[in-house]
């Protein structure tokens, strides 16, 4: 492919537990509605436009990473690019968020999901890596992310926002083994799915578990973790084969503060954590051969910037340097002032 | 007020680490939409007149009692009242949940709220409680409850659900004294209203901190924890003037797996835990002489009733017979199937 050497390798070093001289950082969802010039170009397309149309998705991607100093981009594309390549209908409804008119019902509508060719159907994708890859030509390394099964086996029965999830996790409670072969088709989308952003070009990929939250440890060992494991397993076995040069891989399950410890020995380079667990509680749980990600609480952001400062550096320095990449414990909230964020970056690196 | 003496002390006893003959049981929000005769009392009056009713807040506490062998009674109402009495107005939105037309806006709002004598504006519920207790003829324990400040708060400034609280939370950021004012003004409302219950007839008191998962363990100490204590001490405090014989206090604080051990030394005979907390883990990490309360997750009650039975029978051994309450780790959902309620009770009865 021809891509231009990284000139930024902290990420990636971070990650692989090697020294840096700064402490890298980005953001979740970095590229997003807290931008003005996001929100203009959003005016003109349909979110999922923005999502299949390579040069427009990496016209966002590079968005943030013409304002600010971050040490990474994230492809702006969506967890429920998978559902949607299943043939499941998905609106952005104002107000309302992402909303499936018609979601999984029963456990007889999982056949009513097309097989699908990953290579084809999410080729928008894996184009706009490649041409996002060229286009930072080296300034910093490229990530790519894939939803989890349970999370989004849970927007593809719940359909919409729910403050419970109950009807997602009834479905593990009522029909387990029906849960399972859902969780299972989606993991051999998802292996495919990353191994192909990485044979695209992605230099390091996150797995969000983001409603791992609603889960108990018992449930998320049996419904998050063990496919977590698998799909880690899985695509480093499949990049073996195919002759692809592995690279880092980020885990996120928000709110799994039952698991810190099972998710820092469960393969990944990196566990990314959510703001309600305390950065020492972290370094003393989990394996020390793992780098931390996170966890600045989001609305901190809100804060005037001497005490954003403030808590941004008090965090820094209660993670160190070592094996360590600073983040928000979640993604960046649409109102939040594109100056605080610098602020953030700034105290960040002077650490 | 000559009340019938207490036939079932099984929860009191368990709350002051006395033996029990059995588990006792109850479950947050029994008094609820899943059961049919509530929905049909409910379709005849507006959810508020329910509250502000004595006679009708009494017939539902008691339709929990009458149908399921349960070890206490909680009085029928909502932790808004407290909002309410202080004049901001709200209303129950179909899809959208209790919703406030005006929430506080900026720090200057909580001038508008109106200052109240608690005993007079709040009497409806203490004239509940006093009557439910003669009509439980000492059947079982009558429980009351109030919300915390900071749920209060984080109501009161969103004004409708929100999956952030990124506007309540994004106060204690910015405006960090003012949001103390607010949570002192609530503190000494909240400290009233309980001594009040008390005083009415109730038995034990649940303080519902349930949107503590929102915060990280820092904001929790400063924004939470030092209310939840206050209002321990001070409602001990003001009982003991009063002549008034303290009950057993619970603090629920949902989600707040980072201050297991701190909530079991703030002064509460019982802590209740959400699902997210293994019984292990708070056993191991919390003050022993305290008792706990929870935890199943309320999706469990979704499941076939031998599996029910399991997961059940799973917890309570888990826990053990000594010091521990059960109950769900939140309130049960509206479409929940009665009959898998008593499932539950009768799984912990036997034990």
Same mark, same amino acid.
Not at 172 to 183: A, D
């Given at each position: 492919?021809?891509?231009?050497?990284?000139?930024?390798?902290?990420?990636?070093? !971070?990650?692989?537990?090697?020294?840096?001289?700064?402490?890298?950082?980005?953001?979740?969802?970095? !590229?997003?509605? %807290?931008?003005?010039?996001?929100?203009?170009?959003?005016?003109?397309?349909?979110?999922?436009?923005?999502?299949?149309?390579?040069?427009?998705?990496?016209?966002?991607?590079?968005?943030?990473?013409?304002?600010?100093?971050?040490?990474?981009?994230?492809?702006?594309?969506?967890?429920?690019?998978?559902?949607?390549?299943?043939?499941?209908?998905?609106?952005?409804?104002?107000?309302?968020?992402?909303?499936?008119?018609?979601?999984?019902?029963?456990?007889?509508?999982?056949?009513?999901?097309?097989?699908?060719?990953?290579?084809?159907?999410? +080729?928008?994708?894996?184009?706009?890596?490649?041409?996002?890859?060229? +286009?930072?030509?080296?300034?910093?390394?490229?990530?790519?992310?894939?939803?989890?099964?349970?999370?989004?086996?849970?927007?593809?029965?719940?359909?919409? +926002?729910?403050?419970?999830?109950?009807?997602?996790?009834?479905?593990?409670?009522?029909?387990?083994?029906?849960?399972?072969?859902?969780?299972?088709?989606?993991?051999?989308?998802?292996?495919?799915?990353?191994?192909?952003?990485?044979?695209?070009?992605?230099?390091?990929?996150?797995?969000?578990?983001?409603?791992?939250? %609603?889960?108990?440890?018992?449930?998320?060992?049996?419904?998050?973790?063990? %496919?977590?494991?698998?799909?880690? !397993?899985?695509?480093?076995?499949?990049?073996?084969?195919?002759?692809?040069?592995?690279?880092?891989?980020?885990?996120?399950?928000?709110?799994?503060?039952?698991?810190?410890?099972?998710?820092?020995?469960?393969? %990944?380079?990196?566990?990314?954590?959510?703001?309600?667990?305390?950065?020492?509680?972290?370094?003393?749980?989990?394996?020390?051969?793992?780098?931390?990600?996170?966890?600045?609480?989001?609305?901190?952001?809100?804060?005037?910037?001497?005490?954003?400062?403030?808590?941004?550096?008090?965090?820094?320095?209660?993670?160190?340097?070592?094996?360590?990449?600073?983040?928000?414990?979640?993604?960046?909230?649409?109102?939040?002032?594109?100056?605080?964020?610098?602020?953030?970056?700034?105290?960040?690196?002077?650490?």
């Amino acid at each position: 492919m021809n891509f231009e050497p990284l000139q930024n390798t902290r990420i990636i070093d !971070a990650a692989l537990g090697k020294e840096v001289d700064k402490i890298p950082v980005w953001i979740m969802r970095q !590229a997003g509605r %807290y931008l003005p010039e996001f929100r203009e170009l959003r005016s003109k397309y349909d979110f999922f436009t923005m999502c299949q149309t390579p040069k427009l998705a990496c016209e966002v991607t590079l968005m943030p990473i013409k304002r600010f100093e971050l040490d990474a981009a994230i492809i702006f594309s969506d967890i429920l690019v998978i559902p949607k390549a299943l043939g499941m209908q998905i609106e952005l409804v104002s107000g309302r968020g992402m909303v499936f008119p018609s979601p999984l019902k029963s456990p007889a509508d999982i056949d009513t999901l097309q097989p699908i060719n990953v290579k084809e159907k999410l +080729s928008y994708v894996f184009e706009a890596i490649t041409l996002t890859r060229h +286009s930072l030509k080296g300034k910093v390394p490229l990530l790519g992310f894939s939803g989890a099964p349970w999370t989004l086996m849970c927007f593809m029965v719940e359909g919409e +926002s729910s403050s419970t999830k109950s009807k997602a996790k009834s479905w593990l409670y009522k029909y387990p083994e029906e849960s399972k072969r859902l969780l299972d088709l989606l993991s051999d989308i998802i292996i495919e799915y990353i191994v192909g952003q990485i044979e695209a070009g992605a230099q390091m990929i996150q797995l969000f578990e983001t409603l791992a939250e %609603y889960l108990n440890k018992s449930m998320f060992d049996v419904y998050c973790l063990s %496919y977590i494991r698998k799909i880690n !397993a899985s695509v480093r076995e499949l990049l073996k084969k195919r002759g692809i040069p592995e690279v880092p891989m980020v885990i996120f399950a928000k709110g799994a503060h039952f698991a810190l410890k099972e998710l820092s020995e469960s393969g %990944y380079e990196v566990v990314s954590i959510d703001w309600t667990v305390s950065p020492e509680e972290a370094r003393k749980v989990m394996n020390p051969n793992v780098t931390l990600q996170g966890n600045l609480d989001p609305c901190a952001l809100y804060a005037a910037p001497e005490s954003l400062k403030q808590v941004t550096e008090k965090m820094v320095s209660t993670f160190g340097k070592k094996r360590y990449i600073a983040n928000l414990g979640h993604g960046i909230y649409p109102d939040m002032d594109p100056d605080n964020v610098e602020v953030f970056i700034d105290a960040v690196h002077s650490f």
